[in-house]
């Protein structure tokens, strides 16, 4: 049995060698003899590298050939010249708009309002510009350009007076040769947006003809005439005495009113623009508005912001009008002739109140502004007009307070956000799948 243990050992140990230290080479090991075995290995996994690589650079070379062969197809034309249009469309000036940014959040100006919850939107807008025609036009030949719009909470049966505009660029590269083309605007019935009737912007085949193979970009947008009425805020007015008398305790606590600041807003009910009203003196705007007399008198302001809640702009308005409650009127002495921090003039009085409206004088004034020429809002998307008041001590009658209205009406036209569709002018004869 020995014997035979013995050699079956010597047997197993025969393919074994060790290293310097006890460790087990493998028959293959460089320092068993086996350096041919390990260089064939490494031929292998360079020869795999090699193969992976080759297959990385092929993809590129694929990829390259896909993107290459879709910009010089007529849907790549389309998509870039989207993206392009889209780029100057919401950045005209980077510089300008990041500044105009910082403005409108430094500036605290904006006076707020209340929601009404049952009217998201009210009125009409453009949903979509979509040609009829296909995205892809021989040149010389006309195509039509649909304007879709959307009635939102107004009866079906409202008209509103419209005006449609649609143009083109020549150039989609060269801004110095660039010249702008007006579309034809063909209505079932002109000068009037109702539901039911079609608008459509036509580009002729003569403006066709004229243009090189390509992808052209057509915006298209619309002014109506709306308003926003009935803008109104109830007004809290205390004498001084009063006012001194409470000190620091909330006045609507003191009076046990059950209401409180932020009840005290306009209510904004989905028309393009909202009207927020705001109040105060003594270095404050808050209600409520501290009237005092004598050899100490209190400035107070009444301030009116315009708030843009679409994505179009105020094309022009037709009326601005503001309504204080009797006893109360706007101090020509401090506020000086109409401009455009106070654009008011007298509009009259009548039993109840006394209205101001937008003088003739300052409405272009109105609509320049830092970022863009003939702009009425900026980046920031609101307006505030501020003017000084007198109020006449004799309202409250031996009352602790009282209670008055202000309100503002606006009749405006506004200009849609413009909607864009793009289409390629193929050369006659030429295929018309894109």
């Known amino acids: 049995m020995r014997l035979f243990g013995r050699s079956s050992r010597d047997e197993i140990m025969r393919g074994i060698s060790f290293g310097k230290r006890g460790q087990i080479l493998s028959p293959g090991s460089a320092s068993s003899g086996g350096g041919a075995g390990h260089s064939t290995g490494g031929a292998q996994s360079s020869g795999r590298n090699m193969l992976m690589i080759s297959l990385f650079l092929f993809g590129l070379v694929v990829v390259g050939v896909f993107i290459w062969g879709y910009l010089a197809s007529a849907n790549g034309q389309r998509a870039v010249q989207d993206v392009l249009a889209s780029i100057k469309k919401y950045t005209v000036d980077p510089v300008s708009d990041f500044f105009a940014g910082v403005y409108s959040t430094g500036s605290g100006d ?31 030949q006309a195509f039509d350009i649909l304007y879709d719009i959307e009635y939102y909470n107004v009866p079906s049966s409202s008209t509103y007076e419209g005006d449609f505009y649609c143009y083109f660029n020549t150039s989609t590269k060269d801004t110095e040769s660039n010249v702008r083309k007006d579309g034809e605007i063909i209505s079932s019935n002109s000068g009037v947006i109702q539901k039911g009737a079609t608008t459509l912007c036509r580009i002729s085949g003569e403006q066709t003809q004229a243009l090189t193979q390509g992808a052209y970009t057509v915006f298209g947008a619309f002014s109506f005439k709306t308003a926003t009425k009935d803008a109104s805020l109830p007004v809290y007015f205390i004498p001084g005495e009063v006012a001194d008398q409470i000190g620091d305790t909330d006045f609507f606590d003191a009076y046990d009113l059950g209401i409180s600041q932020g009840d005290l807003r306009v209510v904004y009910n989905g028309e393009p623009l909202s009207v927020g009203i705001g109040v105060g003196g003594e270095g404050e705007e808050q209600q409520p508005v501290i009237i005092r007399s004598g050899d100490t008198l209190s400035y107070n302001t009444v301030a009116i912001t315009l708030n843009n809640e679409w994505n179009g702009n105020i094309k022009s308005f037709d009326s601005f009008t503001l309504y204080l409650p009797d006893g109360v009127t706007l101090n020509d002495e401090l506020n000086g002739a109409p401009s455009v921090s106070c654009p008011f003039s007298s509009g009259g009085r009548d039993e109840r109140s006394n209205s101001y409206t937008m003088d003739d004088s300052v409405k272009d004034s109105l609509f320049t502004n830092y970022v863009a020429n003939y702009a009425f809002f900026g980046k920031s998307n609101y307006r505030t007009f501020q003017c000084w008041i007198s109020v006449d001590p004799d309202i409250f009658a031996d009352a602790p307070y009282v209670v008055k209205e202000y309100s503002v009406d606006i009749e405006y036209v506004y200009t849609v956000e413009e909607k864009q569709e793009t289409v390629s002018i193929i050369q006659q004869g030429g295929a018309l799948v894109a």
């Open 110 to 140: 904006y006076f707020a309002t209340n929601i009404n919850s049952s009217s998201d939107k009210k009125g009409i807008d453009l949903v979509d510009f979509r040609s009829l025609t296909g995205d892809a036009v021989p040149a010389g």
